[in-house]
């Protein structure tokens, strides 16, 4: 199994947008399974944010992002994408990309096979 690669993190101040990248570069892996965002704030546990499932049409999201963030994913590139807008202070945290085991997109981490190295989003009031 590949590690995903994310990118695209930043400091920005509330209210801002960011899009944040993760390539995998197995594409066996990138399409055969469900791909998901995690994040984890320091002194936190880390909590599902979005996925989305191998066909790409069930898309689930935790209730504090819900219409501000989109998950979406380019076969063709094999990179999964995160697009945070209307950005909090409180969703000042490292993010991860992680692939299921499974087709579908749990929302616990122990159904994730594969994590990136996360990347640093830093929301300022």
């Known amino acids: 199994q590949v590690q995903p690669v994310e990118s695209g993190g930043g400091l920005v101040q509330a209210g801002d947008s960011l899009r944040l990248s993760c390539v995998i570069s197995?594409?066996?892996?990138?399409?055969?399974?469900?791909l998901a965002w995690f994040r984890q704030a320091p002194g936190q546990e880390r909590e599902f944010v979005a996925g989305i499932d191998q066909p790409g049409v069930h898309t689930p999201y935790a209730d504090s992002v819900k219409g501000r963030f989109t998950i979406s994913k380019d076969s063709a590139k094999n990179t999964l994408f995160l697009q945070l807008d209307n950005l909090k202070p409180e969703d000042t945290a490292r993010y991860f990309c992680?692939?299921?085991?499974?087709?579908?997109?749990?929302?616990?981490?122990?159904?994730?096979?594969?994590w990136g190295q996360g990347t640093q989003v830093t929301v300022s009031s």
């Open positions: 992680a692939r299921s085991r499974f087709t579908s997109p749990y929302r616990d981490a122990k159904y994730y096979a594969s």
């Open positions: 197995s594409e066996y892996e990138f399409e055969k399974y469900a």
